[in-house]
Structure formats: C-alpha cells, structure tokens
C-alpha cells in the first residue's frame, strides 16, 4: 500500500500513514489508542521533518542499544494523541519516552516498534 510518493510527500499531511497502513511485517494492524493494548508510539528518534531530533538531548536510546535508561521520540501510528493537536498527531515526533527499557516503552504506549519503508 502506498502511503507516500517520496520523501517530501512522506513529511508532509498528506501521506497516508494511518492505523490501516502502518502495518506490521506480517500485514496485521498494530492497536491503538482505544484499543484493549495501546501499542502506537513508534520509535522514529526524528524531527516533524524527518530529521535526527536534538530536543532533549538524547532521542534515540543511544543510537538503538540502550535498554534501561534514556529516552526516543516517538511518533504516533493511528494519529491519535492526548490532546488535539499538531504534535500529538504526528506519525514521526509525537513525544518522548519514559525510558529505554521494554517496560519503559509500554508505560509510555509502545513495544519498541519501528517504522520500515520499501521504496518501488
């Protein structure tokens, strides 16, 4: 499914990332807000833009090996946040973590997930 014609299109509103498109590997749909498990956050370490964030310092769980302590931004897959609001809609830079640590990135409504693109 395309969810975007290239890298601009991707970072901008009108991709198509949504909880229909943002599927796992296996083409099942990852739950959300309302859902019985919230599993959206999905690690991105990025910017609204796509770009390494630097709000906060460290934004990637130590580049992806840490396990405990730190913090990653996450994005949103289904676009639903806590408040009605740009950021907390994003699919790429929605919040931080409370941590690096599975139990961290469930306390904050994720499982660790990231984000895999094909280009055709």
């Known amino acids: 499914m395309l ?8 970072h901008s509103p009108s991709n198509n990332i949504t909880k229909e498109t943002a ?4 083409g099942e749909i990852v739950s959300g ?14 910017d609204p833009a796509g770009m390494y964030s ?3 310092g460290d934004t990637t769980c130590g580049s ?16 639903i946040g806590l408040k009605d609001i740009r950021h907390m809609k ?7 973590t409370r ?12 499982a660790g997930l990231f984000y895999c693109f094909v280009a055709n």
């Open 64 to 79: 992806w090996t840490k396990n405990g302590e730190g913090s990653a931004i996450v994005g949103h897959h289904d676009r």
């Open 23 to 26: 599927l796992t590997e296996k």
């Open 3 to 10: 969810v975007a014609r290239n890298i601009d299109d991707l």
């Open 33 to 46: 807000r309302g859902d019985p498990v919230n599993l959206h956050d999905i690690l991105t370490g990025s």
């Open 90 to 96: 994003s699919w790429n830079s929605s919040h931080g």
């Open 54 to 56: 630097t709000a906060g």
């Open 99 to 110: 941590g690096c640590s599975q139990e961290g990135l469930k306390s904050t409504g994720g």
